[in-house]
């Protein structure tokens, strides 16, 4: 097993996506339509991600 310091990861630079980092291991957040990505932090590290989804008016009747 490679040590921390040493640890590569590929990612696919095509791809719309975000990636978060944490004690040697990668989360990828995924890109939406619409809507924001809130990332909370503690001790230099990330906890948790607050996902929102937007809905657009369009005319629609049901939501």
């Given at each position: 097993?490679?040590?921390?310091?040493?640890m590569k990861a590929e990612?696919?630079?095509?791809?719309?996506a975000m990636y978060l980092?944490?004690?040697?291991?990668?989360?990828?957040?995924?890109?939406?339509?619409?809507?924001?990505?809130?990332?909370?932090?503690?001790?230099?590290?990330?906890?948790?991600?607050?996902?929102?989804?937007?809905?657009?008016?369009?005319?629609?009747?049901?939501?």
């Open positions: 097993m490679q040590s921390i310091e040493t990612i696919d630079l095509m791809e719309n980092v944490s004690n040697g291991r990668m989360t990828k957040v995924k890109a939406k339509d619409f809507g924001t990505d809130e990332v909370i932090w503690k001790d230099g590290k990330w906890q948790d991600i607050i996902s929102h989804k937007r809905i657009r008016n369009c005319g629609q009747v049901k939501i």
